[in-house]
């Protein structure tokens, strides 16, 4: 069983749709975050939820906007695709602080692509 | 304020070693360190919490210096598996947000 899975894996789209990318997690983590890796592999974080609840917003555009239904799902929902949205976007999970050996367990990306 | 790695790229020959840093203008908290192969997810090596602090996974190990403002990755004897980019993730305070600020990553061929 895969412990953190993102759906779709690959997104190719036209500028100005709108899209999804789903994260599950079934390792019972109580924090999941969404990260963002560019054409250079710079990766950033653009959002963290903990039980549900928002607490890390990074200067991320209105168009993006995550939703945590429970705790072992994030999604991304991103409006209006503009070409700088094409990346890869990773999905990733960790146990409380008291319990964080350190390590984010990453899903493997979802690369999406804005013509 | 993102953490500075050097270098940026590194190629070796199966069996040498490579040193890659990691340096911060403040103090941190903590450093994490992690290995990406190309098309693939992060994957997490370890994590240093301490001033002093040294660790050791297989033939990669890592420092935390006293003043807790760089850390050091230390490849030895490298192996083709050791290919990737690594990079050094830091934290500023124990916050609960557990929010990691990245370096730019430092590319690493091994050639046979």
């Known amino acids: 069983d895969t412990a953190v899975s993102q759906t779709p894996k690959y997104l190719v789209t036209q500028m100005g749709n709108d899209k999804s990318i789903k994260c599950e997690q079934n390792l019972g983590h109580d924090t999941m975050y969404w990260y963002k890796q560019d054409s250079k592999k710079f990766l950033k974080i653009m959002f963290s939820?903990?039980?549900?609840?928002?607490?890390i917003n990074e200067t991320v555009p209105n168009r993006f906007s995550p939703k945590s239904p429970d705790k072992a799902h994030l999604n991304l929902h991103i409006n209006s695709l503009e070409l700088g949205d094409s990346a890869v976007y990773f999905c990733?999970?960790?146990?409380?602080?008291?319990?964080?050996?350190?390590?984010?367990?990453f899903g493997e990306g979802s690369r999406l692509t804005v013509l | 304020q993102q953490p500075v790695q050097s270098p940026q790229a590194v190629i070796l020959r199966e069996g040498e070693d490579a040193v890659i840093n990691c340096s911060s203008s403040?103090?941190?908290?903590?450093v994490h360190w992690y290995r990406q192969k190309h098309g693939e997810a992060p994957v997490f090596l370890m994590i240093?919490?301490?001033g002093g602090e040294q660790k050791g996974h297989e033939k990669i190990s890592a420092s935390f210096n006293e003043k807790k403002q760089q850390s050091s990755l230390y490849l030895t004897a490298s192996q083709l598996s050791y290919s990737g980019t690594y990079f050094c993730?830091?934290?500023?305070?124990?916050?609960?947000?557990?929010?990691?600020?990245w370096g730019l990553g430092t590319s690493l061929a091994v050639n046979p």
């Open positions: 240093l919490l301490k």
């Open positions: 403040k103090a941190l908290y903590s």
């Open positions: 990733a999970s960790s146990p409380d602080r008291g319990r964080w050996t350190g390590e984010l367990f």
């Open positions: 939820y903990n039980n549900k609840e928002l607490i």
């Open positions: 993730g830091t934290e500023k305070d124990a916050g609960n947000n557990r929010k990691l600020i």
